[in-house]
């Protein structure tokens, strides 16, 4: 199995500007979660999907985050208008619902707002 | 809510050596699941080793291993014979056993380094 797969790695853009964070979960996995990691607050979770539905956004920061779950096999975090604020690296995370759960991290999107 | 507390910022230990990362986390439920990831520089979340709070046992991985403390709320992690290939961040995280709340709750890490 390939992983869980984000794109892009590294994204630099000017403030104000949208963005668009890209995750492509294990397959046969039904819940994926999306956390950032700062310097100041650490790892936290932002929204995760249960079935492609959400069901905890409330580490969404604001209405400039917004995530969505089309398919099984894709998800997108868009921020619009980024802020030098969200400069983070944002991981995606999978799980299969059985089990432990034990969620899987992807590579990670490292965001510069500038 | 769940908080989960590493009250190390950073350690350092021999190659070959044993050290002892500490974690202690807040809950008022009953089940849950503790894990140890550890972030190398590539920035890649691995798993260490988890354990099932029911579980009495203290769980194991090769050269891992914990010491669950269920009524202390104290969850650490043992590494023996440290190798240079264990430098890296370690994140004790905790997650409920609830179905519907099924996000980690991470510690602030802490910065393991492996003196040759």
């Known amino acids: 199995d390939a992983g869980v797969i984000q794109s892009p790695r590294h994204e630099v853009t000017e403030m104000g500007q949208e963005v668009t964070l890209r995750c492509k979960p294990i397959?046969?996995?039904?819940?994926l979660f999306w956390y950032r990691q700062t310097m100041m607050r650490g790892l936290e979770l932002l929204i995760y999907f249960n079935n492609n539905v959400p069901i905890d956004d409330s580490g969404m920061p604001e209405d400039r985050f917004s995530a969505k779950m089309p398919n099984a096999s894709f998800s997108t975090l868009k921020i619009q208008p980024s802020e030098p604020r969200d400069s983070a690296v944002y991981f995606c995370a999978s799980s299969h619902r059985l089990g432990y759960n034990e969620q899987f991290f992807g590579p990670g999107t490292r965001l510069t707002v500038l | 809510a769940q908080t989960v507390t590493q009250s190390q910022p950073e350690m350092s230990v021999q190659e070959a050596e044993t050290v002892t990362l500490s974690c202690t986390y807040d809950?008022?439920?009953?089940?849950?699941?503790l894990f140890w990831y550890k972030q190398p520089p590539s920035r890649q979340m691995i798993l260490v080793i988890r354990q099932e709070a029911y579980k009495q046992q203290n769980a194991t991985e090769n050269r891992f291993s914990v010491n669950f403390q269920k009524a202390a709320k104290s969850f650490s992690l043992k590494i023996s014979d440290s190798q240079l290939g264990d430098a890296a961040m370690y994140f004790c995280?905790?997650?409920?056993?609830?179905?519907?709340?099924?996000?980690?709750?991470f510690g602030q890490g802490t910065r393991l380094t492996i003196n040759p």
């Open positions: 995280a905790y997650r409920s056993a609830y179905e519907g709340a099924q996000k980690l709750v």
């Open positions: 809950t008022s439920e009953s089940d849950y699941y």
């Open positions: 397959s046969g996995h039904n819940s």
